[in-house]
Structures are given as C-alpha cells and as structure tokens.
C-alpha cells in the first residue's frame, strides 16, 4: 500500500512563505500524476497544483506566479513552495498520487493557516 506523508504545515503572516513536503513510500516513477490539493472548511477539495511524469506542470490560477510545485526522485519527495501567501490559501493541504494502473493515493493533510 503506498503511503504519502506531508509535513511543512504551520502559521504564517500574510505575505508569507511555507514549503510543504511529501514523501512517498515508492519511487515517484510509478506514478503518472502528482500534485496537491486543499480543502478549506465548507469549500470542496481543489486541485492546487499538479505534474505529470513527463514534467508538464498545471496550477490553479489562484496561485500561478506564487506557488511551485517541484520533485525530488532521490528522496521520493514532492515539495509546494507556497509565496505570497494570503488567507485564501487557508486550507489543509493534501499529496496525492495517481498510478499508471489509476489508483488514486491521498496523504493524510497538512494544515496551512496564514492569518496576521
């Protein structure tokens, strides 16, 4: 079972910057899509940023110019460096992964609170 395990999470002032980190219990090369997502309260889940195995990248426009989401395939590790942060991006923050058979993996979230 593939596990995904986020960390990075915390308070931080608007205009503020946090880098989240999952890491994965397999090489990042069995799946074809990683990426984050957060779900505020009363908000549904949304995609915040994503890649494919071939390198495309896709943020959601709410954060294009502020966050970037990168890999480490040595430590099994997706990273989101979140800049400029606002209230908006209050949420819990998930990893998840896809495999090339479609399994769908979710971490278990990750706060981000950004309030003054």
């Known amino acids: 079972q593939v596990q995904l395990v986020e960390s990075g999470g915390g308070l931080v002032q608007p205009g503020g910057s946090l880098r989240l980190s999952c890491v994965a219990s397999?090489?990042?090369?069995?799946?074809?899509?990683m990426g984050w997502y957060r779900q505020a309260p009363g908000k549904p889940r949304e995609l915040v940023a994503d890649?494919?195995?071939?390198?495309?990248?896709n943020y959601a426009d709410s954060v294009k110019g502020r966050f970037t989401v990168s890999r480490d395939n040595a430590k099994n590790t997706v990273y989101l460096q979140m800049n400029s942060l606002k209230p908006d991006d209050t949420a819990v923050y998930y990893c998840?992964?896809?495999?090339?058979?479609?399994?769908?993996?979710w971490g278990q979230g990750t706060q981000v609170t950004v309030s003054s």
């Open positions: 998840n992964a896809q495999s090339s058979t479609m399994e769908i993996y």
């Open positions: 397999e090489s990042l090369f069995r799946f074809i899509n």
């Open positions: 890649f494919r195995r071939w390198g495309s990248t």
